[in-house]
């Protein structure tokens, strides 16, 4: 099996394994929800089909030594960085396979190998980490960078302010990418947000800033390089508002029933994987025939994919007390 | 006498308070137009429209600190915080804010606000949506503190929060929404009044919020003739029962949903063994959650809680030895 650094490296410059990748992901995203209604998975979970483009394209631009800070809906960047299906769906199953040993469940996905640090499942979290893990590199003088991706509705929250100020002032080698998929939870944006255009806040903090399309993974590639490159010249952090828009609900509970009529299908044409097949077959990359074997191809990968996890060992007792604190003399 | 489930109860004691004080306001995220994630706020907004019933961006310490300021000036607030974690962003206005500043005017102004949030494991939700964290507030003087058990406590004691001149933090056992149980409308009960849910005389189980119903189930399977309190306050305990029982029985557990260290049960272990130490037929001891986090797989977070076999092993042990009995994992050999 291919490690997550292998797997992340095939994404770095090859269009079509970024295709394959962003297939991958919605796929993975389909099948966790059919074994939400299996039973074979349990709590919540919060998908992101819809925000391939997103994911593939940041993590293709990044390093292995780069930090990402991400969320509860994190199977895509988990899978972009490079984790391996078999390891994200382990962890999603509960099963020893797992990234986390499946003590972690789906909103907690990490891979130190790939720089993807725990995802969190506290709304704006990963934002001030992001700005602390830039802070190291700053400090020891590499050129490395941090991401924290969070979602619009983290634009509200103190920890999103705080961050930013703080990375404005010290120049950190830092990206917040704001990934604005329309709903923060069930709300729509406009009725919990005074301004349309999430980015415009860095403007408070005398930080660059833009949007970027995040339904077409060149947009996102060419926005993230451009913030990247500015912060590993030292030329500090840069607010990107991807806008986006989740095709599934928040969370498993949640069908989506709030949106209005019409809008999912509006969002639909402009599917990231649609805008991809496009753009690849208009360059000759690939054909509709070829499209359809990777997707097929894909679908039997899963399958196998499943299969091992679902046979994987359960945790042990014994794994409640691991990993709690670092062994010590005092930590016995 | 109606069967609710615990959220109907929820939202009725809300809707309640609501139509007999007009000084009421709820707000939080998506707890008007969706009605709260968990639908404890069914029916709020369409009977009380939406100056009084609020969404709120995903903003706990912007909202939190707004219902202290809106107490002061004559309101009484009820916020929900959809996750007890999601305190951890607000727990400035409500612990260092809110539970002061009735001592810091000289006793000239109260802050009336009831923090509502779920809690709890069982779920599945991963160790950043499943723990307790009682002990966060249980140490603030000013601050009272209520775990729910069940439909009717939901309602009465919700009632009696709102009602309160002070903040009060209700924490609700998420994996209760769904559970119907008898509620009395009619019924009150009093903040810091614990609830006898079984008389019983070979030992004194003190416990609240969703292992209450382990400890009833544990009772009925074992035939052990244990007193069953719902302890309901944490802060302030009712001392006077727990302790009136203890020395009835000579025997007291205290079970909680909790880690072993820093829990709210130890107060109670503590107080009772100092209190009536010569009237003991045995050590006090507590059943908890080991010192670990919620651990999400459903083999391991099964284990994690008090289970009914593991309350039954531990209280036979207790009754007939008189000493305190080994934790599961002592059993197990996986930690001292």
């Known amino acids: 099996m291919k490690t997550a650094k292998v797997r992340r490296l095939e994404i770095a410059t090859d269009p079509i394994a970024q295709y394959v990748r962003m297939v991958e992901i919605r796929q993975f995203e389909e099948q966790i929800n059919a074994l939400f209604a299996a039973g074979l998975v349990r709590g919540s979970t919060h998908l992101c089909q819809g925000q391939e483009a997103l994911d593939v394209g940041l993590a293709s631009v990044l390093r292995a030594t780069d930090a990402v800070l991400a969320t509860y809906r994190g199977h895509g960047v988990a899978l972009a960085l490079g984790l391996t299906p078999e390891s994200v769906l382990g962890e999603i199953m509960g099963k020893t396979n797992g990234c986390c040993g499946g003590v972690g469940g789906s909103m907690h996905m990490c891979d130190m190998s790939v720089g993807l640090l725990p995802t969190s499942a506290i709304v704006g979290a990963g934002i001030p980490i992001a700005a602390g893990a830039a802070l190291a590199f700053q400090t020891q003088g590499n050129d490395n960078v941090a991401v924290a991706v969070f979602g619009d509705g983290a634009t509200n929250i103190g920890a999103f302010h705080e961050g930013l100020n703080l990375a404005a002032i010290w120049k950190l080698p830092v990206i917040f990418i704001c990934d604005n998929n329309v709903y923060g939870e069930y709300s729509r944006i406009q009725t919990t947000t005074p301004i349309e255009d999430l980015h415009m806040r860095a403007e408070s903090y005398n930080m660059p800033h833009f949007s970027v399309d995040g339904m077409d993974i060149l947009a996102v590639q060419k926005g993230v390089t451009e913030a990247v490159d500015r912060a590993r010249k030292g030329g500090g952090p840069t607010l990107i508002e991807a806008k986006t828009y989740r095709f599934a609900g928040h969370s498993r509970s949640d069908p989506g029933l709030y949106r209005p009529e019409g809008e999912v299908e509006e969002w639909q044409k402009r599917d990231p994987l649609k805008v991809t097949e496009e753009a690849l077959i208009s360059r000759n990359i690939l054909t509709r025939e070829s499209i359809e074997k990777i997707k097929s191809d894909m679908q039997e990968t899963l399958q196998a994919v499943i299969a091992t996890c679902v046979a994987a060992p359960e945790p042990t007792l014994a794994s409640i007390f691991e990993n709690i604190w670092t062994p010590t003399k005092a930590a016995k | ?336």
């Not at chain 2, 968990?38 to 369409?46: A, C, I, N, P, V």
């Not at chain 2, 600190?65 to 002061?72: D, E, L």
């Not at chain 2, 000289?106 to 499943?130: E, K």
């Open chain 2, 1 to 336: 006498m109606a069967i609710m489930r615990f959220r109907q109860a929820i939202a009725t004691a809300l809707a309640d308070e609501m139509r007999t004080d007009s000084r009421v306001m709820i707000f939080g995220e998506d707890v008007a137009v969706a009605e709260g994630p968990f639908k404890t706020s069914e029916g709020l907004l369409q009977e009380f429209g939406s100056l009084r019933v609020r969404d709120t961006p995903i903003s706990e310490m912007a909202f939190t600190g707004a219902a202290v300021g809106a107490a002061i000036m004559g309101m009484k607030p009820v916020v929900e915080i959809m996750f007890m974690e999601f305190l951890g962003v607000a727990l400035d206005q409500l612990v260092t804010e809110a539970a002061k500043l009735r001592y810091l005017s000289n006793g000239t102004l109260s802050v009336p606000i009831v923090v509502r949030a779920s809690c709890g494991s069982g779920l599945g939700f991963g160790n950043q949506h499943s723990q307790t964290l009682e002990n966060w507030v249980a140490a603030t003087p000013g601050l009272k503190v209520i775990h729910l058990s069940d439909a009717q406590s939901a309602y009465s004691l919700m009632r009696a929060a709102i009602q309160d001149p002070d903040p009060v933090m209700v924490l609700e056992p998420r994996a209760l929404y769904g559970e119907r149980g008898e509620v009395d409308t009619s019924l009150e009960m009093q903040i810091g009044q614990a609830r006898v849910i079984r008389a019983g005389s070979a030992i004194t189980i003190v416990s609240l919020g969703q292992l209450v119903n382990v400890c009833k189930s544990a009772i009925e399977e074992s035939g052990i003739d244990a007193e069953l309190i719902d302890l309901a306050t944490i802060v302030p305990w009712d001392r006077e029962t727990v302790l009136k029982s203890v020395k009835k029985t000579g025997r007291l557990v205290v079970i909680e949903e909790a880690p072993e260290s820093g829990g709210w049960g130890s107060e109670i272990v503590a107080t009772a063994t100092a209190e009536l130490f010569a009237s003991l037929k045995g050590a006090p001891f507590r059943i908890t959650t080991p010192d670990a986090p919620v651990p999400y797989s459903g083999v391991l977070e099964t284990r994690f809680l008090p289970t009914q076999d593991d309350i039954i092993r531990q209280l036979t042990h207790a009754i007939a030895t008189g000493e305190k009995p080994k934790t599961w994992w002592q059993i197990e050999g996986l930690k001292k």
